[in-house]
Nanobody, 125 residues
Framework: QVQLVESGGGLVQAGGSLTLSCAAS????????MAWFRQAPGKERDVVAT????????YYADSVKGRFTISRDNAKNTVSLQMSSLKPEDTAVYLC??????????????????WGQGTQVTVSS
């Protein structure tokens, strides 16, 4: 069973930074596209960023472009999300997701097969 475990969430003031990490196990990590999604209470699960298995194909939601950076380390089976200039509207549970896609995966939750349990990010104003 594939396991994805997120870490790094917390409480931060607006304008601050956080880095989230996702550790993957029980999969051939270098053959999976990875993504970060987020879900606020009462809202849908929205894509934040995706990255292809090579790391060369990256997609960002418009709301985070220029503020967030996704990266992966295939040697360590990890994917990270560096978040800066955080805003209160970034408050959500952030989830790591994986899919055995070749190329850039669709930026929708239904395209991903495996999910972590999430880590809470709260941005205070």
């Amino acid at each position: 069973q594939v396991q994805l475990v997120e870490s790094g969430g917390g409480l931060v003031q607006a304008g601050g930074s956080l880095t989230l990490s996702c550790a993957a196990s029980r999969l051939t990590f270098s053959r999976y596209a990875m993504a970060w999604f987020r879900q606020a209470p009462g809202k849908e699960r929205d894509v934040v960023a995706t990255i292809t298995w090579t790391g060369r194909g990256i997609y960002y939601a418009d709301s985070v472009k220029g503020r967030f950076t996704i990266s992966r380390d295939n040697a360590k089976n990890t994917v990270s999300l560096q978040m800066s200039s955080l805003k209160p509207e970034d408050t959500a549970v952030y989830l790591c997701a994986a899919t055995p896609a070749v190329g850039s995966p669709p930026a929708v939750a239904g395209a991903f097969d495996y999910w972590g349990q999430g880590t809470q990010v709260t941005v205070s104003s």
